[in-house]
């Protein structure tokens, strides 16, 4: 079995949204519940919880908007930035706390802990943008991660691969100049947020560095499954990455209330395995997987559970 590692703390589940807000505590109570259950549970290496050192999440965001996030939230405020984003006063707590551990997570696989980790943490990340919160995300988790396995361990390639049924904008943002972060998409298209088209490639010396794959409406295993073997799989050979994070999203299940595609659980262990055989050849067998979307809570539980029974089997 190969060692896995996952974060997971019941305070991720204090950041509470309005009633009949998609993106609510129970999300991580299913996963983790489920988990539980399987024979592989008290193998996996725990990885707490920790609020960061604000110089990290400063490699992403704005140091004006870090405080206005802190100001606003715990000032009592209902939403953040946009009607999306729900908050409550402990959001912004939680929020550095998923940061913080998804960080840790970082120091657990650079470390040689675990080969691959899994961070059921909320809120998600990808949508959040510099300056601005959007679509449940308050602070870019992944996005984060990736400059600080660069900042502290010296990571010169770094791929991040997001199947989220909606496109990680702020994450694309955040890099769509850098060559040495290739962010690749997955997405239904068109749709929320409205970027992702196959034109936007980057720019700069980062220009080639950004993959869309805009995903019609009703497209299921197969059409998903070709996209990986025809696009995702030869970048990512290409670019020979040191270590791959998954922005990973549960919404493009075939059961979720927030998108028309069709995807069934195992497609997401079939991802994963893919994504295993990249990482064996060049980044040392590193993956990390972050939570972001996923809303129907059987769906994004089993789903969950596939991605971490590849990482296991390994």
């Not at 896995?4 to 996963?31: N, Q, S």
């Not at 050192?53 to 908007?65: A, G, N, V, W």
């Not at 206005?68 to 908050?87: H, L, N, P, Q, W």
């Not at 025809?230 to 549960?250: H, N, R, T, V, Y």
Request: net charge negative; with cysteine.
């Amino acid at each position: 079995m190969a060692k896995t590692a996952y974060l997971f703390d019941p305070v991720y589940m204090e950041h509470r949204t309005e009633w009949g807000h998609p993106e609510r505590p129970e999300r991580l109570a299913a996963i983790d519940e489920l988990l539980r259950k399987q024979p592989y549970f008290t193998e996996l290496v725990r990885v707490e919880k920790m609020i960061p050192d604000i110089k990290y999440i400063e490699m992403i965001h704005d140091p004006d908007y870090i405080a206005r996030a802190k100001r606003e939230i715990e000032g009592g405020d209902s939403y953040f930035d946009s009607m999306d984003t729900s908050v409550c006063a402990r959001s912004y707590e939680v929020a550095l706390y998923a940061v913080g551990g998804c960080l840790n997570m970082c120091d657990c696989i650079m470390k040689g802990r675990a080969r691959y980790g899994f961070c059921a943490v909320r809120p998600p990340g990808h949508h959040a943008e510099r300056n601005y919160a959007a679509g449940f995300c308050i602070f870019n988790n992944v996005a984060i991660s990736a400059r600080y396995v660069q900042e502290k361990y010296g990571i010169e390639r770094v791929a991040i691969v997001d199947w989220d049924v909606h496109h990680g904008n702020g994450t694309q943002h955040s890099f769509e100049g850098d060559e040495s972060i290739y962010y690749m998409s997955l997405h239904q298209y068109p749709y929320y947020p409205g970027t992702g088209s196959d034109s936007e490639k980057g720019f700069g010396s980062g220009k080639g560095y950004t993959l869309n794959l805009p995903m019609r409406m009703g497209s299921g295993d197969e059409e998903y499954i070709q996209a990986f073997e025809d696009f995702i799989i030869p970048e990512l050979e290409q670019f020979e990455p040191q270590i791959i994070f998954i922005s990973a999203g549960f919404d493009a299940h075939a059961n979720d209330p927030l998108s028309a595609i069709d995807l069934g659980s195992d497609t997401f262990y079939k991802f994963t395995k893919l994504l295993q055989d990249v990482a064996r050849s060049y980044a040392d067998n590193r993956i990390i997987a972050v939570l972001e979307g996923g809303y129907d809570l059987e769906a994004l539980a089993d789903s969950v559970e596939r991605v971490i029974q590849a990482f296991v089997e390994e």
